[in-house]
């Protein structure tokens, strides 16, 4: 029989207080994902598709976008089953 306490544990965890959000600190060239409990894989990727950075991410460590030019890209933050994605602007 399968232990129904760990089925419906959700895969991404994110603080009560506040849901997963980025921010960007222009001054470092760099972003955080803030809220996230446990880790994940953070795939950036641009409006057609072409990815330009996948790492694995936990708690909130900086991540450098320096490499991207000055544009609109997805941050696609993933965990099991589950996936968050959010615009991130780089100016």
Known sequence: MPDTDKMNTPILTTTKKAPIRLHLN????????????????LTVSDMHCRVFLKMQISGEESISVSSLRKGVYIAKITSGTSTIEKKLEKK
Do not use: K, R
């Open 26 to 41: 222009t001054a470092t060239d760099s972003f955080q994902v803030i809220g996230l409990e446990d880790t994940a894989l």
